[in-house]
């Protein structure tokens, strides 16, 4: 992991989604970050059984909202030096490209997660 400070962009990895952000904090083992933007969307479904569908609980997972904050393990957390998109405009993005990854291949669970994401848009990313 390369060295941060407070006031800094980073890009943190955090419960299977990636996000732009500004290190608020220093908290020993972790940081505390402040959401800019969504790099890549959460993924779908059972963490600990990915892919699966039956059997399981199939989690709907949404991204964190703009300015929300986290509390990340240092070594998931990389300087970002890139421009930062607006939140709205980084949210879509990540959707579409899930989907797009999604859509690649024909199956239960990719339907499955289509399907949450769909929800999660009308439900909470339109408002």
Known sequence: MAEVNIGETVRAHYNSGTYIGEVIEDRGERLLIK??????????????????????????????????KMNVKKPAVHPFDGDIPTYSESLKTAVEKLKEKLMTKESVYNQKALQALNELEEKYYQK
């Not at 600990?48 to 609980?57: A, I, K, R």
């Open 35 to 68: 959401v800019l933007a969504v790099h890549k969307h959460p993924i779908q479904g059972d963490l600990h059984n990915p892919g699966e569908v039956s059997g399981v609980f199939f989690h709907e997972r949404k991204a964190l909202a703009q300015f929300e």
